[in-house]
């Protein structure tokens, strides 16, 4: 039997940071966090080769003493709690006393902090073993810098992702505390280059802005709202205003961001129905409620909390989110402000005003002279005599317009009997005109065609990189159809026996996808030149990572310019995006954001299946000879029988099918 033994200091620390310290994203997190309860007003994050190299995180709060460095990284030494009852009743964002103690287990760490602004200590940590400590100067505050992360653990280093995406890392969770402390100016520096800077004025929209553009921020609702356990405030975008994923939803508890899936639920419900499918708004709630309601102490990092009355905050939440969005209706109407800070109007008012629009009623005063006019004997009668005229009018002018009609309904009648004889069609009958399947030119027409070739060298490799072997076949199977008819989303069709119903939409997507698609291949982008650029503002977190997708996005056909200050210049767009360019190339980014790391080929199916269906929103009515050319392209789709989504396009029912329909043998 092995023997139990007491595990080392320095050992137990490498343990406990391996829970804490998960990535240099969770060292700035605990690092700022801990500036935050040290009441700073100005935090500055500086990082150097996404943060492997060196972490660095300067505050102007009260400092710690010289005496009481030690003991800020030892494991389970804090300043926030003294005994069991403090920890039913946390306002400050750490409580544990670990975050110091495990960074320094795993790097090289140095801290510079003053009380007075006067006289500093300096201290050095390496792997949880302390250096020195001396005196130096330093400005009122802390200054931790974290060098060389994760020297002594390989392992934890080796799965580290690639360095922009923990820059990325970085760059969400401080764009995620800016926003729960808009009363903290907070910058942050990536190898000298800054990507974040808040004002620190307390106004929550600016905030927004330098987060996520200018644009954005005017586009926001303001959410108030309170019972007895809880205070909402926040910023909600309007319906029209989404984005592909719940990564722009922040909620913020006593100033933490926490993830808690019932409460963005309560955010989504708010909307109802005017959000569009597998859209998300954007929002920043922040969320004040009493210490005694909320456990911290569930979670590691602290993103996750138990409430105590979580279906009333959510309730609160849901209402506070409608309140909003009416309150913006009716400023859309012209009867209020663009925001209301009032949302409970009384009603009686809002009518009073509604019926005043025009002259003071009340105040008006009678002309000088005025009087009723006197009616003499006579006038009733005449009165009488006019009404009665006026009742026999109107009953000969009913009875001329029912004749009218049904002189019309018979001629449309007759109509439409002729119409039906002639669209009766012996197919082995010849016709004069070009309606019907067999003309006297078809012989002619069919040696025309014979002659040119259907596909040209080069376009046939294109074909080949673009048509799977599976699809090509599925495309060769596909028979020429007869139009039949059409309903409202599906049409109709016959091959021998064999009867086809095809989706309009999904037949039609194939079609634009497949044009797309080979656009993009040949490097056919024609481009529609604008007289006054697209301006997209993002996020520092998206600027980046679409910054670095530049070249990939130009051979798509996107071409995008960096216009600093997170924002990216358009002057021209690909012509095959259709309706306004603006929102479609929008949704694109967004989608190429949401997007998994993609191969060239695999982002270009991606882009044009995303650009299909935004290009065929819905059905449309298609007369015959559109139909029935639709018939004739869709045959010559890379895969005829789905659209690019892999929705079914064309359904197949043979004689046999159609006999188990109607339950015959």
Not at 613 to 628: D, N, Q
């Amino acid at each position: 039997m092995a023997e139990i033994h007491e595990l080392s200091e320095n050992l137990t620390n490498q343990i406990a940071a391996g829970e804490v310290i998960e990535r240099p994203a969770s060292v700035v997190k605990e690092l700022v966090e801990n500036a935050i309860d040290a009441e700073a007003t100005r935090i500055r994050v500086e990082v150097l080769k996404s943060g492997l190299t060196q972490i660095s995180v300067q505050d102007n709060g009260i400092g710690i003493a010289p005496d009481q460095i030690d003991l800020a990284f030892m494991r389970h030494a804090t300043s926030k709690i003294k005994n069991e009852r403090d920890l039913f009743n946390i306002a400050t964002l750490g409580f544990r006393g670990e975050a110091l103690a495990s960074i320094a287990a795993v790097s090289h760490a140095e801290i510079l902090t003053s009380t007075d602004g006067q006289i500093g200590t300096k201290a050095g940590f390496s792997g949880g073993i302390k250096n020195f400590q001396e005196d130096a100067g330093s400005p009122k505050g802390t200054k931790i810098t974290v060098r060389d992360l994760f020297y002594n653990t390989p392992a934890r280093l080796k799965y580290l992702k690639s360095p922009k995406t923990e820059l990325l890392k970085i760059v969400d969770i401080v764009d995620r505390i800016a926003l729960g402390h808009p009363e903290i100016s907070l910058t942050l520096a990536s190898d000298g280059k800054v990507l974040l800077r808040t004002p620190g004025n307390g106004n929550l929209k600016q905030d927004v802005a330098n987060i996520y553009g200018r644009k954005v921020a005017e586009e926001m609702l303001t959410v108030e709202s309170e019972d007895p356990d809880f205070t909402l405030y926040g910023l909600v975008s309007q319906p029209d205003l989404t984005r592909s994923n719940r990564n722009f939803i922040s909620i913020l508890l006593n100033g933490r961001y926490i993830k808690n899936y019932q409460l963005a639920a309560a955010l989504m419900d708010g909307y109802g129905t005017q959000l569009a499918g597998k859209k998300y708004p954007i929002a920043v709630l922040a969320i004040e409620a009493d210490p005694l309601l909320v456990d911290v102490n569930v979670h590691p990092t602290k993103e996750e909390v138990r409430l105590s009355k979580e279906k009333e905050l959510s309730r609160l939440i849901t209402g506070a989110v409608s309140q909003a969005l009416l309150g913006q209706e009716e400023a859309g109407s012209g009867s209020s402000p663009l925001f209301k800070l009032t949302p409970y109007k009384n009603k009686t008012e809002m009518d009073q005003l509604e019926f005043n629009l025009g002259k003071n009623v009340v105040d008006s005063k009678r002309p000088d002279g005025f009087s009723l006019p006197e009616v003499s004997e006579a006038e009733p009668k005449a009165i009488e005599k006019a009404k009665t005229k006026q009742a026999e009018s109107a009953f000969e002018a009913k009875a001329d317009v029912e004749l009218k009609n049904k002189q019309l309904e018979e001629a449309t009648k007759e109509s439409e009997e002729k119409t039906a004889v002639r669209d009766y069609v012996d197919l082995n009958q010849v016709r004069e005109d070009d309606q019907y399947v067999l003309t006297k030119t078809w012989d002619q027409n069919v040696l025309d065609q014979a002659q040119f070739p259907p596909f040209a060298g080069e376009d046939q490799a294109v074909g080949e990189e673009l048509i799977a072997p599976a699809d090509r076949a599925l495309a060769a199977n596909l028979p020429e159809l007869t139009l039949l008819g059409q309903t409202k989303a599906y049409l109709v069709a016959s091959h021998k026996e064999d009867l086809y119903l095809l989706d309009q939409v999904a037949v039609r997507r194939r079609l634009e996808y497949d044009k797309i698609v080979s656009s993009i291949q040949k490097a056919e982008n024609y481009q529609q030149g604008l007289l006054e650029p697209m301006v997209f503002d993002f996020g520092p977190y998206d600027y980046e990572k679409l910054k670095d997708q530049l070249p990939k996005l130009k051979k798509l056909g996107l071409i995008l310019e960096d216009f600093g200050q997170n924002a990216l210049l358009m002057r021209s767009y690909p012509t095959w995006i259709k309706g306004d360019p603006m929102s479609e190339i929008r949704e694109l980014l967004d989608q190429f954001l949401n997007a998994r790391k993609l191969d060239e080929g695999k982002m270009v199916s991606f882009l044009a299946a995303r650009a299909a269906e935004m290009a065929v929103p819905r059905r449309i009515k298609l007369s015959g000879s559109e139909a029935s050319q639709l018939l004739r392209d869709i045959a010559k789709a890379s895969d005829p029988y789905r659209d690019a989504s892999g929705q079914v396009a064309i359904v197949r029912l043979s004689q046999t099918d159609l006999g188990k329909l109607f339950k015959k043998n």
